[in-house]
């Protein structure tokens, strides 16, 4: 899908794509032993396995669209964003009575 911005043609990512490029990097970082807290947590971005596009963690989201971004809204409605707890795991919004181990970085565990 095209859209027209300021003259100029823009390629809009299809939801689906982007899901496919969230779920994935979301999936790669599971199977490398990352926990919810440390995807939740974490803030960098990379180009797409596929090739297709890029995404960025932050804030708790993962954004994808057809080019590298610095921020969320820098897709500003030509990729999407989803909420990694609640979309991507499947989670409800945690109890604010639940408790939370804080997340060690997995090269310090070896030395407690």
């Known amino acids: 899908m095209h859209l027209l911005q300021r003259g100029v043609r823009v390629q809009v990512m299809d939801r689906d794509e982007a899901w496919e490029i969230a779920s994935n990097?979301?999936?790669?970082?599971m199977a490398a032993g990352w926990t919810r807290d440390m995807?939740?947590?974490?803030?960098?971005?990379?180009?797409?396995?596929?090739?297709?596009?890029?995404?960025?963690?932050?804030?708790g989201a993962i954004a994808a669209?057809?080019?590298?971004?610095?921020?969320?809204?820098?897709?500003?409605?030509?990729?999407?964003?989803?909420h990694i707890a609640q979309e991507l795991l499947n989670e409800r919004d945690p109890s604010p009575y639940a408790i939370h181990r804080p997340t060690v970085p997995q090269q310090l565990e070896m030395f407690r």
């Not at 990097?25 to 970082?29: D, E, H, P, Q, W």
Request: overall charge positive; glycine content about 10%.
């Open 25 to 29: 990097a979301v999936a790669v970082r």
């Open 65 to 82: 669209c057809y080019f590298p971004m610095v921020c969320i809204t820098d897709m500003n409605g030509r990729g999407y964003h989803f």
């Open 39 to 59: 995807l939740v947590s974490s803030t960098e971005s990379g180009r797409a396995p596929c090739s297709r596009g890029y995404y960025l963690f932050c804030s």
